[in-house]
């Protein structure tokens, strides 16, 4: 089995920044591409971050030039830093992984449990 912890949501002022982070554990044996995801009341989930494997990333146009995704290899680990945070960027955040098991030969997507981070005007 795979567990994905996130942790680092929160409340924030408009202006301000908070740091997410994902930690995968369990039987993994490699992991490809992780990102973040994002869903506001009422709306659809939305891809927020992406990295690669090789370190490649893409970002929404919403968020490009404020946050940044990173990724530690050595701890299975996903980063999004969110600066220059705006009311609209209000949503509870997922993170999500392409992880191959130990035991599988294909890889499967795994999800966080969901932070919520709030920014107030």
């Known amino acids: 089995q795979v567990q994905m912890a996130e942790s680092g949501g929160g409340l924030v002022q408009a202006g301000g920044s908070l740091r997410l982070s994902c930690a995968a554990s369990g039987s993994i044996f490699s992991i490809n591409a992780m990102g973040w995801f994002r869903q506001a009341p009422g709306k659809e989930r939305e891809l927020v971050a992406r990295?690669?494997?090789?370190?490649?990333?893409n970002y929404a146009d919403s968020v490009k030039g404020r946050f940044t995704i990173s990724r530690d290899n050595a701890k299975n680990t996903v980063y999004l830093q969110m600066n220059s945070l705006k009311p609209g960027d209000t949503a509870v955040y997922y993170c999500?992984?392409?992880?191959?098991?130990?035991?599988?030969?294909?890889?499967?997507?795994?999800w966080g449990q969901g932070t919520q981070v709030t920014v107030s005007s």
């Open positions: 999500a992984a392409d992880i191959r098991q130990t035991t599988s030969l294909v890889p499967t997507p795994y």
């Open positions: 990295i690669s494997s090789g370190g490649s990333t």
